[in-house]
């Protein structure tokens, strides 16, 4: 029994630290295995999907290469839609970092929720991680919509959703994600369909 709940919790830990892996295994879509059942059942077309990885990517090594460890920026594209959340010193270097990401090719349009003010903690970034782990588990329980069709960030407690959403797949997402503990606000970045 105790080799078990060990096992449990090791589970635990890697699903609150890794969001993304530990969704992707808890749907069943392994590397290889399901990845192109995740891709065909996202309404963005697949050139578009492997964009918005080149814009995370791209955004994030011209952030690090200027700031280095002296910023926290997070930077996650849907449809080619950018949201940037995390932390930075100072008014001036939050406008710089937008205009960097803004440059990336592809981007269509930023949004930048960076907060002005001390890099977060470790802790702190675990318990977003808890969290957007619990808004994609209650997506996946409540069966409202495609869970890929709504991507989660959540920085020190505010949940971001973005993705290609009706009107009805937005109002259900914001009601899941506002009414798990722990959420202090939800906020919406939505692309509408239709």
Not at 27 to 45: E, F
Request: aromatic share 6%; with cysteine.
């Amino acid at each position: 029994m105790k080799g078990l709940s060990l096992r449990l919790f090791v589970v635990t830990l890697l699903f609150a630290f890794l969001p993304g892996c530990a969704l992707l295994i808890a749907t069943g879509v392994v590397a290889g295995v399901g990845t192109s059942t995740a891709v065909s059942q996202d309404r963005r077309t697949g050139g578009i999907f492997v964009e918005d990885e080149g814009i995370e990517m791209r955004g994030g090594r011209r952030i690090s290469e200027k700031f280095g460890s002296n910023v926290h920026v997070n930077v996650t594209s849907f449809n080619r839609n950018v949201l940037l959340t995390g932390e930075v010193p100072s008014e001036s270097i939050k406008k710089e970092i937008g205009n960097l990401v803004a440059g990336v090719e592809n981007v269509r349009n930023i949004t930048n929720e960076v907060a002005v003010g001390e890099i977060s903690t470790f802790m702190s970034r675990s318990n977003d991680a808890l969290i957007t782990s619990k808004v994609k588990g209650r997506f996946m329980d409540a069966g409202k919509f495609q869970i890929n069709h709504v991507k989660v960030v959540t920085e020190n407690g505010v949940v971001y959703l973005l993705g290609l959403v009706n009107r009805q797949e937005a109002l259900s997402a914001v009601d899941i994600a506002s009414s798990t503990s722990g959420v202090n606000k939800v906020v919406k970045v939505f692309e509408y369909q239709g």
